[in-house]
């Protein structure tokens, strides 16, 4: 028996839809392998009964299906014309102006998220409050030294502290 | 009129042809509610969709480049409602679960709406017609869809291929896989 059978080509070949040498090849394989006669002759009979089975569905009154169709289509019409009628058309555009700008007026007051780079303006505001921990700094070995829960009254009163140890060896 | 062709006809509806719109839905309203039918499983929800198609039609007529069949061009339109309206019903099944009977004991007994065709419509149907459709569920959609389109319309699979935007070779694929596994469940049952 052949090895590869040309399943896909037999109802290709049942439908005369194959052109000259495709016909050639998948007949000489026929000729050869009763497997495939076999599959044609089952595939045939299967694609007869879904054929007929299928003119055997029941199918609705045409004059009222197309009652129907003419009706819908009228009224689709009709909502087209009407969205297209000038003071409509011009109430939608309004509508839609107004969105836009209450859109725009919302993302232009929206905070800026933390993730993103901070402008150049709150840059500006953050440099005073550097400034005032500037002595916080200049103490950092006392604040190491200290336990954060138990000397928090400390910390708060930093500036209120002589300068740190090693500050008074070197100036004396 | 009756004697143009369908790519004809589709020129005139593009021109605004109301007439030329009426014949084309008497030439294709049976095939196109069959296929939609096939393809969802309810008439009512075929009914709507095929007549959306219609509607479709109508409207973008004048998109119809006649590079293709008129049929081709329809029913990939018809095809990707149906595909749409399947989605969007999955999706309002998500979010909106129907209750059931015992999530309210005093509500009153009302027969569920069943995917399966009860015995008044299966005996109108006749019972060959409701195994089928049942066969069918068991496809893929594109097996289903590519059977379909094969069985019912007779497209080529270059046509198939075309209305799935596939290669021919993976539309000839869906048409052998979806016959084979029908041949099975219908030979099972």
């Not at chain 1, 006392?142 to 829960?149: A, K, W």
């Not at chain 2, 990939?76 to 999530?103: A, E, F, M, T």
């Not at chain 2, 066969?135 to 959609?141: C, Q, V, Y």
Request: glycine share 4%; with cysteine.
């Amino acid at each position: 028996m052949p090895a590869s059978h040309p399943e896909t080509d037999l109802v290709p070949l049942l439908r005369g839809e194959l052109n000259a040498a495709e016909r050639d090849r998948v007949q000489h394989h026929l000729d050869r392998c009763e497997q495939c006669r076999e599959s044609m002759g089952a595939l045939a009979t299967t694609l007869h009964q879904v054929s007929a089975r299928l003119e055997e569905l029941p199918t609705p009154q045409w004059s009222a299906y197309r009652r129907e169709l003419r009706l819908k289509l009228a009224h689709r019409t009709e909502a087209r014309s009407r969205w297209w009628r000038p003071s409509v058309a011009w109430a939608s555009l309004a509508t839609a102006g107004v969105g836009i700008a209450a859109l725009l007026l919302a993302l232009s007051m929206r905070p800026s998220s933390p993730g993103t780079t901070p402008e150049v303006d709150q840059l500006a505001m953050e440099q005073p409050a550097e400034a005032v921990d500037l002595d916080l700094l200049r103490n950092y070995p006392v604040v190491e030294r200290l336990d954060l829960l138990e000397n928090y009254d400390v910390i708060e009163h930093l500036d209120e502290l002589p300068p740190a140890e090693h500050d008074h060896d070197k100036r004396s | 009129m009756a004697e143009l062709s369908d790519e004809e006809l589709c020129q005139k509806v593009a021109n605004g042809d109301a007439q030329a719109f009426e014949l084309l839905v008497e030439r294709h309203q049976a095939r196109a509610y069959r296929l939609a039918c096939s393809i969802l499983g309810s008439e009512s929800d075929a009914r709507d969709v095929s007549q959306d198609a219609f509607i479709r039609l109508y409207e973008s007529a004048n998109r119809f480049d006649g590079r293709s069949r008129f049929s081709t061009w329809f029913y990939r339109v018809l095809v990707n409602l149906c595909i749409d309206h399947k989605r969007r019903d999955r999706w309002w099944r998500r979010l909106v679960p129907l209750s059931s009977p015992s999530d309210d004991p005093d509500a009153p007994a009302i027969d569920p709406a069943s995917p399966e065709p009860g015995p008044e419509v299966a005996a109108i149907l006749g019972q060959s017609t409701v195994k089928l459709g049942e066969a069918l569920e068991h496809l893929s959609p594109n097996q289903r869809i590519a059977v379909l389109l094969q069985a019912q319309e007779g497209l080529s699979s270059r046509e198939i291929a075309e209305v799935l935007k596939c290669s021919e070779n993976t539309a000839r694929v869906h048409i052998h896989r979806g016959l084979i596994q029908l041949k099975k469940i219908l030979k099972d049952d």
